[in-house]
């Protein structure tokens, strides 16, 4: 089976939201420094963009899709037998002999009494969204194109390239025709802004002397460093009183237009079938199953013919769930449910005349137990 792809598929969905670097087509973010726009109540009303802000702009043609028919389900049964008993003590060896504690002597002494399989599914609904926001922002004004005349797009309209499927990203656009010159809020115009060290007056307070103009050591003496006059020059501003203001670079004025910020998520849903085995199930998260199934589809209907009536339980409510959270606030892009065939096997072996159970999961024949016989005393603490 497809290992690598399996855990690829994992990765994609614990990995921190990525994009490719260069899809990343704000121009703002490298040159702005922290710019920002005036407040909104001095920005002009862009028609189709009356408010504005964190709320999400719903998809203008929600519910015009329809889920495509139902995936075939598997023909073959999935009944597969318990490993066998040299398959059950390899591993019960290998993991014995990665415990640096654990005794050898039960593992090679041990006689098995029943080996039991408990095949478990795993079922994943994958919704991979987009939502769309917008806000104002602005970048320092140094003689740009400002295309503040014609009609600005609906924020829907615009095309935006995904970059990946079922990946997490976010991309920042201008909205064409919202592009105005305001004079900047921060400065009031001035381009520079007061130097917050030395509020205004260029110079602070000398560090050698703490501003006495003294020292006292090796004997009392005028200070070198600010001639006695206890100040010396601003570092901060070189003695003029103002720095260069943050927001618009010193030009005075900003280049204001309404930004469209477009977010891609993949949203998860799984289930494990637990069969009550008294196998801890979120050991699972970490390994590997067999694929059955994988639908993929811009909206997938439920599985409805799983031989496993449980799964079919399980995929109509994560789908119908998934529609209702995500359809009225979201477009939904493309969606991917999958089934897995996770192997477990509950080995019962006796040794010293007593019963112990140890389980061997996942197609890594990794071993779980919770009553290993043979532990030295410092097992107990770790
Ligand atoms: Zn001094
Ligand atoms: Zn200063
Ligand atoms: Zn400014």
Redesign the pocket.
């Known amino acids: 089976m497809d290992r690598t792809h399996l855990l690829s598929d994992q990765d994609e969905v614990h990995s921190v939201p990525s994009c490719p670097a260069g899809s990343y087509a704000d121009p703002n973010t490298e040159a702005n420094n922290g710019a920002t726009a005036p407040p909104s109540d001095l920005m002009p009303v862009v028609p189709g963009y009356e408010r504005l802000g964190p709320n999400i702009i719903p998809p203008s043609d929600f519910g015009s899709r329809q889920p495509e028919a139902p995936p075939r389900a598997p023909e073959r049964r999935f009944d597969i037998p318990a490993i066998s008993e040299e398959l059950a003590q390899e591993a019960f060896t290998n993991y014995v002999s990665s415990k640096c504690c654990y005794s050898s002597k039960p593992v090679k002494e041990m006689v098995f009494t029943d080996l039991q399989s408990l095949n478990t599914y795993r079922y994943r609904l994958e919704t991979f969204t987009e939502t769309r926001t917008t806000e104002w922002d602005s970048e320092p004004y140094n003689g740009q194109v400002v295309d503040g005349v014609g009609m600005a797009p609906a924020a829907w309209s615009i095309p935006v390239p995904i970059p990946s499927l079922f990946q997490d990203c976010k991309k920042s656009i201008r909205v064409p025709h919202t592009s105005t010159v305001k004079g900047?809020h921060?400065?009031l115009n001035l381009?520079r802004s007061a130097c917050s060290k030395c509020v205004n007056s260029g110079r602070t307070r000398c560090g050698h002397c703490s501003g006495t103009g003294w020292r006292s050591s090796p004997e009392r003496q005028r200070c070198g460093s600010c001639s006695g006059s206890g100040m010396i020059r601003c570092h901060s501003c070189g003695g003029v009183g103002s720095i260069t203001?943050k927001?618009?670079q010193g030009h005075?004025k900003l280049l204001c237009f309404i930004k469209l910020i477009v977010t891609w998520k993949n949203n998860m849903h799984v289930s494990v079938i637990d069969k009550g085995s008294g196998f801890p199930v979120d050991l699972l998260d970490q390994i590997t199953g067999e694929k059955l199934l994988t639908d993929m589809a811009p909206m997938v209907y439920p599985v409805v013919n799983f031989p496993d009536r449980s799964v079919n339980a399980v995929s109509e409510s994560a789908v119908r769930e998934h529609q209702a959270q995500f359809c009225t606030t979201c477009r939904i892009l493309q969606q991917r449910q999958t089934i897995e065939l996770i192997p477990i096997t509950r080995v019962h072996y006796i040794w010293k005349e007593k019963t112990h159970i140890y389980f061997v999961y996942g197609t890594e024949h990794k071993v779980f137990t919770k009553d290993y016989p043979a532990k030295c005393c410092c097992c107990s603490i770790l």
């Open positions: 900047c921060s400065c381009g203001c927001t618009c005075g």
